[in-house]
């Protein structure tokens, strides 16, 4: 999660500079994504998302426009992703 993580970020911070998406790779892809997320009552206006092959199935992770990454699951709610946090080891998601 944190190389995803870190994608994004510079994705944006490069998004932001030039108006140009970095370009696809094998396992990944960088999109715009305007939706507004809401984790624990706070809204996050978002810019990009991220879409990672092998997470694809579970969700995406997202950046807002504070640079705040979120991730996007399909089945349960969305939540914060900070560099404090650490994935479950087993069967827990994202």
Same mark, same amino acid.
């Given at each position: ?10 994705a944006l911070t490069e998004?932001e500079?030039t108006?140009?998406?970095?370009p ?14 809401? &984790?624990?009552?706070?809204d996050y206006?978002c810019a990009?998302?991220?879409?990672w $092959? =092998?997470l694809?199935?579970s #969700? ?9 990454a979120l991730? &996007?699951?399909?089945e349960r709610?969305?939540?914060v992703?900070?560099?404090?946090? $650490? =994935?479950?080891?087993?069967? #827990?998601?994202?």
């Open positions: 999660m944190y190389g995803a993580r870190v994608t994004l970020e510079r998004y500079r108006g140009v998406l970095p696809p790779e094998s396992y990944s892809r960088v999109r715009v994504f305007t939706n507004k997320v809401t &984790v624990g009552g706070v206006y990009l998302a991220l879409d $092959r =092998s694809s199935s #969700g995406f992770l997202a950046i807002s426009t504070n640079r705040t991730w &996007v699951d399909k709610k969305p939540k992703i900070d560099k404090n946090y $650490r =994935s479950p080891f087993f069967g #827990g998601g994202i």
